[in-house]
């Protein structure tokens, strides 16, 4: 018989309360309370414009051959996301951050570019797929915040692409584009993460954009892992039996709900 979503929210703050290494896996799903837009989702970004999407699998391409237009394009582009400056995390950003201050999440692997995690107060954050505030050397991987640099004077003097002040190499947004490799740092980390937890709550994320996607099912050969996952929709991992159980819902409202839930059993 079908658990209830409360008694799946019940069961989740039970597994969560017991000693584990907890981490959790987030997509955009997570921001889409913030006012982002996601990619597949019905209103998503790559399910209302096809073409952003193809645009987007050519970025990389187009940056090793032309760094400097790269950039200048870069420049003159408001984004996919507008203003991300102004946006704000929102209760599922904060719900894993208090997961963390308590002690029983350590580490947040995120595909999100939003720094909305480290801005709900998130120590451990791996950006997977980089962050927008970032600069990232092609040549070192070190990262630069983007006010370390002044592009548009850059711009003006004819100066681009913004080199590193390390090794002098080109540096590009952090972001990492379709077919662009995982900054070697965090892929490795993330590998580190997946063997050492016991305990994985994948949230807001359809799951099917890889190595990210692989991440759960390399943690699913860990001896008593549970893998729990809180989506609007089932996605692979469900359909493929990778998650132990799934909470329907917003992460806005069910990680709240967890975690009110944890405090409980906590007292
Ligand atoms: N609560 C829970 N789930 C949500 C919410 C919400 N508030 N809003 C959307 N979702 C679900 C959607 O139904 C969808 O299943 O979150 C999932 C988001 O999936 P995607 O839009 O594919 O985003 P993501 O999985 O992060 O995409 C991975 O694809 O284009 C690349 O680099 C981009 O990092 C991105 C990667």
Redesign the pocket.
């Known amino acids: 018989m079908s658990l209830t979503r409360e008694e799946l929210i019940q069961k989740a703050a039970a597994d969560l309360v017991r000693p584990h290494y907890a981490v959790a896996l987030t997509?955009?799903?997570?921001s889409?309370?913030s006012g982002i837009r996601?990619?597949?989702?019905p209103d998503?970004i790559?399910t209302k414009d096809p073409a952003a999407e193809r645009l987007a699998y050519e970025m990389y391409g187009r940056l090793r051959a032309n760094p400097k237009d790269y950039w200048k394009e870069t420049l003159n582009s408001p984004g996919l996301f507008g203003n991300l400056a102004e946006v704000k995390p929102n209760r599922g950003h904060f719900a894993l951050a208090e997961l963390e201050k308590m002690g029983i999440l350590k580490c947040v692997i995120t595909?999100?570019i939003d720094n909305l995690h480290e801005r709900a107060g998130s120590q451990r954050v791996l950006d997977y797929?980089g962050n927008h505030f970032k600069l990232r050397c092609m040549r070192c991987n070190k990262r630069y915040l983007i006010e370390d640099y002044d592009l548009q004077q850059l711009n003006k003097n004819d100066e681009l692409p913004p080199r590193c002040r390390y090794c002098n190499g080109i540096l590009k947004l952090d972001v990492v584009y379709f077919q662009e490799p995982i900054p070697d740092d965090v892929a490795i980390q993330s590998l580190r993460e997946m063997e050492d937890c016991d305990l994985l709550l994948i949230c807001?994320?359809?799951?099917?954009?890889y190595p990210f996607a692989n991440l759960p099912r390399i943690a699913r050969n860990n001896a008593n892992i549970t893998i729990i996952e809180?989506?609007?929709?089932p996605?692979p991992l469900t359909e493929d039996g990778i998650s132990d159980y799934f909470i329907p819902g917003?992460?806005?409202e069910v990680l709240p709900a967890i975690v009110a839930e944890v405090k409980k059993l906590r007292k």
């Open positions: 997509g955009a799903g997570i889409t309370e996601d990619f597949r989702g998503g790559w595909q999100n797929h807001g994320t359809s799951a099917v954009v809180v989506n609007m929709e996605t917003k992460t806005g």
